[in-house]
């Protein structure tokens, strides 16, 4: 199937910035869509950003202005670059990977693959 890693969560103070990676692998597959999540602390996961097509960015009214997703579609990677953070970014981020996946006598499925996280903290 397919495995997904983030990477580059850390402390920072507030307006500091961070750039999160999110790499997805495995066997055979085509990405529908990916974008990035987050989980603060008594809280509901709520999505941070997304590609909804290949050209097509939606963000959280929250985040818009300060956060930016971008992605290398030959390396399968995720990026989410975090400028002007705030202590209420703080969170565990995960990515998510929508995609149909193959193995050696074809399609073997589709579905929703997520990161196991990654912790950002930002002090005030």
């Known amino acids: 199937q397919v495995q997904v890693v983030e990477s580059g969560g850390d402390l920072v103070q507030a307006g500091g910035s961070l750039r999160l990676s999110c790499a997805a692998s495995?066997?055979?597959?085509?990405?529908?869509?990916m974008g990035w999540y987050r989980q603060a602390p008594g809280k509901q996961r709520e999505l941070v950003a997304e590609?909804?097509?290949?050209?097509?960015?939606k963000y959280a009214d929250s985040v818009k202005g300060r956060f930016t997703i971008s992605r290398d579609n030959a390396k399968n990677t995720l990026y989410l670059q975090m400028n002007s953070l705030k202590p209420e970014d703080t969170a565990v981020y995960y990515c998510?990977?929508?995609?149909?996946?193959?193995?050696?006598?074809?399609?073997?499925?589709?579905?929703?693959?997520w990161g196991q996280g990654t912790q950002v903290t930002v002090s005030s």
């Open positions: 998510n990977v929508n995609c149909r996946y193959y193995d050696g006598r074809g399609y073997a499925g589709a579905g929703d693959f």
């Open positions: 590609f909804i097509s290949r050209a097509q960015i």
């Open positions: 495995g066997s055979t597959f085509s990405i529908n869509h």
